[in-house]
């Protein structure tokens, strides 16, 4: 016999049966407990505030030694205890804490300028931390006995805290809108074109694509290393558009390499999973917990931006200096050494990129500081915007390629892209251009993009390409010298019509007398240079420092330039030792160093052969290796 459905009625009138046993509520309780705190708020946020809370105690810990080394040990000339002060934001709060925390947000937002985000920050940090405390009883309006010094509620909460924010919005905004408009500048396409050119100037692709074994300079193999990574992040920002931590946590997990696109076309491509970034949840609208931040990626017709391109040649390089594939947890982006010891298992810290794209912007005459959100807010812009018509892509489209929720607040999104845009259509900084750009007729003035080319305009074309060809014709005539040795087995007579130049600058030689003539700077003899028909090659270099050897060959150009021995690249670029650290109990990490076995290396530093920390290998491991050594010794004797 089938039972019939309850009625909505008999259902509503249901009684509910609450668990009796003490200790089946407490079980309730403690997982109630355990789940509210795993998922009241997500680690990249838990993560940041737990930093505000660091730097607001080590605020304090600056004004205690101040305190002391001012003779006011005890009771200072405020009559506040010092050692009572000292705990306010330790433990349980007191009647300091509120004022601590003031004094600490006026620092941070009136002294630094840090702006309305870190204020909000570190309020948002503080009420978590002590509404969590003791129950419910510092969670809620602040309130504190002023005999007793008893403190009830959030100080957090506290009048003198939130006067203190609301200060700071205000403030924020007293200089009109343009005050609102407090974050990174985008990276523009251009911007991105010209630091990838410089770095494929001064580091071209040939450099990369080489056996990295056999390279025999350190400072070279360093030098290849920093911009092939630089080549992978900065376009991998620029088109994944993530925040620099977030790019810096890929492993070789989250990648999977050679994957074919759908039929008819088959496009390869490789696919990001991306698990790190700030925001990310299953309540986003979106399907699935691991489809919704897979990102295809294919070759790109920009080369500057080609992340498939760039990504896959970091990652040959690296693996084949390892020797090994990447795989696990491996960092796709680790920590470079200045002597060339690469340990994958840490990744890059921000600190690190940070100095490497201030080197790189400076060098290439880039006159702008970029921070996290650069090369995340400069490609968003540019596929909003400014990426050419009909490529461009809609708002929902860029909501979910930048990670943004559904229901995030839309302000997010009109920073990245409207406010840039209002600012060119309103702006008329642009008159003086030779061609009318008109921005405030249509979006991003693309009514000039469609309309037929005038006389003026076809007039300026010429005059471009005018002005490139005085440029090469300056390089060629101003280009310096290129002095080349003379060899016995150098032939300047006969040509090579198989070869070129790479670039085109005049060439000088010396004859076998000595004297000095310079090649025709035609076209004709740029496309044939002369030819190298080595019998035999000078020495290279000699260790004892005499005489010659010739042991190393190569080109004339190459021997020319070897006129010091060479440090060669690390033996073994993954023997490497990680840093103690100056946290409570480095002693106890270096005897864990020493008697266990390292995943990456395989080996206990006990256990190390003596090739690993010997010969050229001394200066980078011995000394941290000996270190370790003692203090097992010491705590064993």
């Known amino acids: 016999m ?46 940041a505030y737990n930093g505000y809370i660091g730097r607001g105690r080590k605020f304090l810990e600056g004004l205690i030694v101040q305190r002391k080394a001012n003779g006011e040990g005890e009771v200072c000339m405020d009559g506040i205890q010092t050692a009572e002060l000292e705990k306010a934001l330790d433990g349980l709060p007191n009647r300091h804490s509120a004022q601590v925390l003031e004094l600490f947000l006026i620092q941070k937002c009136f002294v630094e300028d840090r702006g309305v ?13 002590w509404d969590s405390m003791d129950g419910n009883r510092y969670a809620g309006a602040y309130e504190c006995n002023e005999e007793t010094g008893e403190v009830r509620g ?126 990310w949840q299953q309540e986003k609208g979106y399907e699935g917990r691991r489809e919704s931040n897979v990102y295809d990626i294919y070759q790109q017709d920009i080369d500057e931006i080609d992340m498939y391109t760039h990504f896959n040649r970091w990652r040959n390089l690296l693996e084949g200096y ?46 702008k500081r970029y921070t996290t959100h650069s090369f995340r807010r400069g490609g968003a812009q540019y596929r909003f915007m400014s990426a050419p018509i009909g490529k461009r892509w809609s708002l929902n489209q860029i909501r979910w390629w930048g990670g943004w929720a559904v229901g995030e607040n839309v302000d997010t999104l009109i920073k990245y892209l409207v406010d840039s845009l209002q600012s060119f259509e309103t702006g008329f900084g642009h008159l003086l251009h030779p061609i009318p750009i008109q921005p405030d007729m249509s979006f991003m003035g693309d009514h000039t993009a469609v309309a037929a080319v005038t006389a003026e305009e076809f007039r300026q074309f010429g005059n471009a390409i005018n002005r490139k060809f005085d440029e090469i014709v300056t390089l060629v005539t101003s280009a310096p010298p290129l002095s080349i040795p003379h060899s016995n087995a150098m032939n300047v007579d006969q040509p090579c019509p198989t070869e070129r130049l790479v670039y085109p600058r005049p060439l000088y030689f010396e004859d076998g007398i000595g004297g000095i003539h310079q090649a025709s700077g035609t076209c004709r003899d740029l496309a044939a240079p002369p030819c190298w028909v ?9 260790k004892s420092g005499q005489g010659h050897s010739n042991v190393t060959q190569g080109t004339p150009y190459q021997l020319a330039n070897s006129e010091v021995l060479l440090s060669p690249p690390p033996l073994f670029p993954k023997v490497s030792i990680t840093p103690l650290g100056r946290a409570v109990g480095a002693w106890r990490r270096a005897i864990k160093q020493w008697e266990e076995v390292d995943p990456v290396t395989g080996k206990a530093l006990k256990d190390w052969p003596p090739e690993w920390y010997n010969g050229e290998q001394r200066l980078k491991v011995a000394s941290s290796r000996r270190q370790r050594e003692v203090i097992f010794e010491e705590f064993v004797r």
Not at 36 to 44: D, L, M, P, R
Not at 117 to 129: K, P, R, V, Y
Not at 534 to 542: C, F, I, L, N
């Open 2 to 47: 089938v039972k019939s459905k309850r009625s909505t009625k008999e259902r509503k009138n249901i009684s509910i049966t609450l668990p009796s046993d003490p200790k089946t509520l407490k079980a309730l309780k403690e997982v109630c407990q355990a789940q509210v705190a795993k998922y009241k708020t997500i680690k990249n946020t838990k993560d």
């Open 154 to 279: 959030c100080p957090a909460r506290a009048q003198c805290v939130l006067d203190v924010v609301k200060s700071v919005k205000i403030w924020a905004k007293a200089d009109g809108s343009s005050a609102t408009r407090n974050h990174a500048d985008a990276m523009t396409l251009e911007e991105i074109q010209k630091l990838m050119r410089w770095s494929m100037s001064v580091c071209p692709d040939e450099k990369l694509t080489e056996d990295p074994k056999g390279i025999t300079d350190t400072a070279d193999l360093v030098f290849r290393l920093e911009h092939g990574l630089m080549h992978a992040f900065m376009s991998s920002a620029f088109t994944l558009w993530t925040r620099c931590f977030e790019l810096l946590s890929l492993q070789a997990q989250d990648a999977r390499t050679d994957c074919c696109g759908l039929a008819p076309y088959y496009a390869p491509h490789f696919k990001i999973y991306l698990n790190h970034r700030k925001g």
């Open 534 to 542: 080595e019998t035999s090659a000078p020495a290279a270099y000699s």
């Open 322 to 367: 390892l020797g090994e594939k990447l795989s696990g947890e491996d960092s796709f982006f680790p920590h470079l050494s200045p002597n060339g010891v690469i340990r994958t298992t840490r990744a890059m810290s921000y600190d690190s990129l940070q100095t490497l794209l201030v080197r790189f912007c400076k060098s290439a005459g880039v006159d």
């Open 117 to 129: 985000s870190t204020a909000d920050g570190i309020h948002g940090a503080f009420c978590e931390l």
